[in-house]
Each structure stands twice: as structure tokens, then as C-alpha cells.
T-cell receptor, first 118, second 116 residues
Framework: DVKVTQSSRYLVKRTGEKVFLECVQDMDHENMFWYRQDPGLGLRLIYFSYDVKMKEKGDIPEGYSVSREKKERFSLILESASTNQTSMYLC?????????????????FGSGTRLTVV | AQSVTQPDIHITVSEGASLELRCNYSYGATPYLFWYVQSPGQGLQLLLKYFSGDTLVQGIKGFEAEFKRSQSSFNLRKPSVHWSDAAEYFCAARPPRSDSWGKLQFGAGTQVVVTP
């Protein structure tokens, strides 16, 4: 089974801190994604990456950056954490754009990191 | 604009009763469609998916979904709900393989509560 591992389940940080959320997948997937999940808003895409060192902004990139130095690892960075970034953060991976119809089985998700900024 | 809509924010169902969760999509071409389930404190797990072909799709945990092009819908059903089905359910879609980099767009979710 594909595994997507997020390094922390719960995290409490102070306003203004630089925060790193780590995600590792073990199935050689090309695509990796960071979403945040808030009640009533569903999942919103922050950033995604389709290859090493390649990244694209999602729908809500403000206040975030990402790093993908190795294929298996995708990091989300909060440059200066603020209270409105308190949320559940979900990492996911999938096979890449080269897929043909029927072979893309959707995302595999990590268990999430619940970040509280105080 | 492309969108995925789950009209029901919250559904309460009795154990043993049937369950139907609604999902509507708005895309130029028929998208690939997915249903995910999220148990409390967990990530999302794929229940089933539709790409093409048979419009009735079977998934895990006894769930099925029916694609209806005329209604732009992909509703999830389960004939008899178990207490362990209490969770949040997300419908998701992506455009057919062309320009999306495989990004999924999610609905807002439906919270299912199961009563004894």
C-alpha cells in the first residue's frame, strides 16, 4: 500500500514563528499536494508539485511556500505563522500527468497535521 | 467556473437505514469523479471512483455511487448504515486527463451522524 506520512499529528506554534510541515510518500509518486481543511469549506489546495523542484500555486497560496528537493518529500512552510492559519493540513500524493484514463486512482492522503497558532 | 457541490452539510441517519449523499458537479466535460471518507482525526480514504463506462460504481465498505450525466450528479449510497459509517464524506472531481495535473477539486463535505 502507498503510504503518505505526515511528521506531526498535532502542532502548536506561536504567532510569527516559521513553521515546517513535512510529508513523505513511499511509492515514487510524481504528484504531491498540500491542502488545508476548515469546517464548512472542505479542502482547499495550497500548493502542489508535479516533479522535484517543480511547484505550482493552488487556490490559497498566500502566506505559504513549499519545497520539494527529493521526489518523496514535500514540505509546506509557513513563513510567519498567523492565527488564521490554524487549521488541519492534509498532504496527498498521486501518480503523475503521464497517467492514462483509468490508471489514476486518485489521491492517497496522509493522516493530517492539526496546527494551532497561538 | 468548475465546481463540486454537496448540498447537504449534515445528515442524521438511523443505524440500519439507507443513506444517500448528494454530489453535483459543474464542468465543461464529464470529469473523473471520486468519493472519499474521513473518519474523525484521520486523513481521507478513497471509497470509489468513476472514470467512464458503467454508471453504477461499487466501492469499499458496501458503498456504491451512480453517475447521472443528465443531472450532473454522482450520488453515494449505502443500503444499510452501520455505526462505523459515521464520518465526513467528500465528493471530488478532476477534469479528464488533459490540463489539470491531476488536481482534485473537493466539495465542502457532508457530515454523517448515525443514531442507534
Amino acid at each position: 500500500d502507498v503510504k503518505v506520512t505526515q511528521s506531526s499529528r498535532y502542532l502548536v506554534k506561536r504567532t510569527g514563528e516559521k513553521v515546517f510541515l513535512e510529508c513523505v510518500q513511499d511509492m515514487d509518486h510524481e504528484n504531491m499536494f498540500w491542502y488545508r481543511q476548515d469546517p464548512g469549506l472542505g479542502l482547499r489546495l495550497i500548493y502542489f508539485s508535479y516533479d522535484v523542484k517543480m511547484k505550482e500555486k493552488g487556490d490559497i497560496p498566500e502566506g505559504y511556500s513549499v519545497s520539494r528537493e527529493k521526489k518523496e518529500r514535500f514540505s509546506l512552510i509557513l513563513e510567519s505563522a498567523s492565527t488564521n492559519q490554524t487549521s488541519m493540513y492534509l498532504c496527498a500524493s498521486s501518480i503523475g500527468f503521464r497517467d492514462v484514463a483509468g490508471e489514476n486512482y486518485g489521491y492517497t492522503f496522509g493522516s493530517g497535521t492539526r496546527l494551532t497558532v497561538v | 467556473a468548475q465546481s463540486v457541490t454537496q448540498p447537504d452539510i449534515h445528515i442524521t441517519v438511523s443505524e440500519g437505514a439507507s443513506l444517500e449523499l448528494r454530489c453535483n458537479y459543474s464542468y465543461g466535460a464529464t470529469p473523473y469523479l471520486f468519493w472519499y471518507v474521513q473518519s474523525p482525526g484521520q486523513g481521507l480514504q478513497l471509497l470509489l471512483k468513476y472514470f467512464s463506462g458503467d454508471t453504477l460504481v461499487q466501492g469499499i465498505k458496501g458503498f456504491e455511487a451512480e453517475f447521472k450525466r443528465s443531472q450532473s450528479s454522482f450520488n453515494l449510497r449505502k443500503p444499510s448504515v452501520h455505526w462505523s459509517d459515521a464520518a465526513e464524506y467528500f465528493c471530488a472531481a478532476r477534469p479528464p486527463r488533459s490540463d489539470s495535473w491531476g488536481k482534485l477539486q473537493f466539495g465542502a463535505g457532508t457530515q454523517v451522524v448515525v443514531t442507534p
